[in-house]
């Protein structure tokens, strides 16, 4: 059996951690981790079945649960602290509290794999240790794969030194010498949004970011981070609108141009101008960036009007292999809302890019189909009803017919149409998946 930790008897910590791990917003975990066994069971014998079958169970329940189950034995308390502090996303009023936690109870802090903080200081006046704090924190999270740390301003210094080793990195802190030191130790990072201040003069060093595939940032930003490295998927933030504009795109996506990864998936959020300069930005990034897979546009003001999306075959007829395209918008009065007017779009663009096999806008989403041409994802699922039918029926004749009374015609009439059932179903399955992946890349309706 295990010994009881102190913390068990202490009031002050009880209250503390009771409090937060019902507020902490804790998710819980996809996978479980290795964990030691009792010599005699999960519960000195009477439950003599393997601390990580408990582990699976105890992943489904909610916050409230786990900690009730945590009283229950010393191996239970062990593994419900595991999956409560696996995924730890405190509110904004816990966030400290948290971080006391964390700090002062690093078997607790060494449980976390992701990890979200937001900007304290934005809410309430911090003390003056507040920084401190999370230092201790950060430094006892050994395990965290995932941080996102949405604290403005210089300090970056604060987390050097940390023994974790990120894989996803989202942040708001500058882009300072003290940021890329930081970045400089995290050798396993592969995703990152870069959200801080860029500092002039600040050199990120060729051998550093190895396995970066995903960034988020600003141009300048991605100016020193996608040259030379294996970027695939980009996010290019331009916030302001003065910044949307033919010039800046241009040089922008000549800069992406040179990601050896290759580059195959832009998103660019902005806030839209009018048709005519909107339409001469786009088209700078098909000049520099022909063979990109999936585009998606997000447009955090203004509106797509019905002008630029039927200007849009000009633009989308640069790209060579545009498998899928994604519009987006906050603007429900935009034109990409009127499911009319939207409804011949794809079939129209297809034409000047016959690459194009998904098209999701605001509110629908469309996909090419080599039989039925640019039907909805709601068609597609009935025409994959209707075939799993069809091919249930043509199962059952078969099964049922008398091979002496099958003519040779057809058995090679039914070999025929099976190859051709077949070649729609694996059609439908790879449009499932690049639908899926811009999904997941960039969100949708």
Known sequence: MQSTPSFM????????????????????????????????????????????????????????????TAIVCPSFRFISQRVIYRNVKPTEDMIIPCLRCLASYPHLASCARTLILADATRHYDVFSNYFNLLRSALLNASSLTDLTILLDGPYARYLHGCSFRLRSLTTTLDWDRDFIKLITEQTELRNAMFGGKFV???????????????????????????????????????????????????????????????????????????????????????????RLNSFAFYSSDGAFSQELLEAFPEFLSGFECLRSLTLMSRNKADALYDQTFVATLASRWHASCPSLQSVSLAGSIWLHNTRHGWVTLADLERILRERRGLLLSRQKYWTKSDTRTISLEEV?????????????????????????DSLLQFGGP
């Open 200 to 290: 002039k003069d600040v050199v990120l060093p060729s051998d550093t970011l190895t396995k970066l595939t995903r960034v988020s940032a600003s141009p300048l930003v991605l100016a020193a981070v996608v040259p030379n490295r294996k970027i695939k998927e980009v996010e290019l933030c331009l916030m302001q609108q003065a910044l949307f504009k033919d010039d800046i795109l241009n040089t922008a996506s000549n800069i992406l141009a040179y990601s050896t990864g290759p580059l195959t998936a832009l998103q660019i959020i902005t806030r839209l101008s009018d048709a005519p300069s909107a339409l001469a930005a786009l088209k700078t990034i098909t000049k520099n960036l022909p």
């Open 9 to 68: 008897h202490d009031a002050a910590y009880t209250e503390i951690v009771s409090s937060m791990e019902r507020k902490l917003g804790v998710d819980p975990p996809e996978t479980h981790v290795n964990q030691p066994q009792d010599r005699h069971g999960a519960h000195g014998g009477v439950i003599s079945i393997p601390s990580e079958l408990i582990h699976h169970i105890l992943k489904y329940l909610g916050n409230s649960d786990l900690v009730n």
């Open 412 to 436: 090679k009439s039914n070999l025929e149409e099976d190859n051709e059932y077949a070649e729609q179903g694996n059609q439908m399955e790879q449009q499932m998946i690049v639908l899926r």
